[in-house]
């Protein structure tokens, strides 16, 4: 849900009177979140595995996009951002491992209903 909030502290440093007050939309920190953060839809073969390395695999890809603005940006350097993107990809290595390459129990045999 979005907040109205008043500026009164802008109108009243530009001389005007109270009744040309501006409403700014400040957002909840749950749709700001989402706004910065979006989750796309699985669309592939669902399993819980599959589910769970794609949910890892776009917050991943968060992460890189976030770490190449900042380094393009010049707040962090060319090593630093090579270094934090090269942990990120070694614990998507390390998820994918645990979650697609195990091999899967056989699914138990059922007696049928009679």
């Known amino acids: 849900m979005i907040k109205m909030v008043q500026a009164i502290a802008i109108a009243s440093s530009?001389?005007?009177?109270?009744?040309?007050?501006?409403?700014?939309?400040?957002?909840?920190?749950?749709?700001?979140?989402?706004?910065?953060?979006p989750i796309g839809r699985y669309r592939g073969n669902f399993t819980p595995e599959q589910l769970a390395f794609n949910a890892?695999?776009?917050?991943?890809?968060?992460?890189?996009?976030?770490?190449?603005?900042?380094?393009?940006?010049?707040?962090?350097?060319?090593?630093?951002?090579?270094?934090?993107?090269?942990?990120?990809?070694k614990t998507l290595k390390e998820s994918k491992k645990e979650l697609l390459d195990q091999q899967k129990p056989p699914r138990p045999e059922l007696p049928e209903d009679e």
């Open 14 to 37: 530009l001389n005007q009177k109270p009744s040309n007050v501006e409403f700014f939309a400040v957002a909840d920190s749950t749709e700001k979140e989402n706004f910065l953060y």
């Open 56 to 89: 890892n695999l776009q917050e991943f890809a968060q992460r890189v996009s976030l770490i190449c603005g900042l380094e393009t940006g010049g707040k962090i350097s060319t090593e630093d951002a090579y270094r934090q993107i090269k942990q990120l990809w």
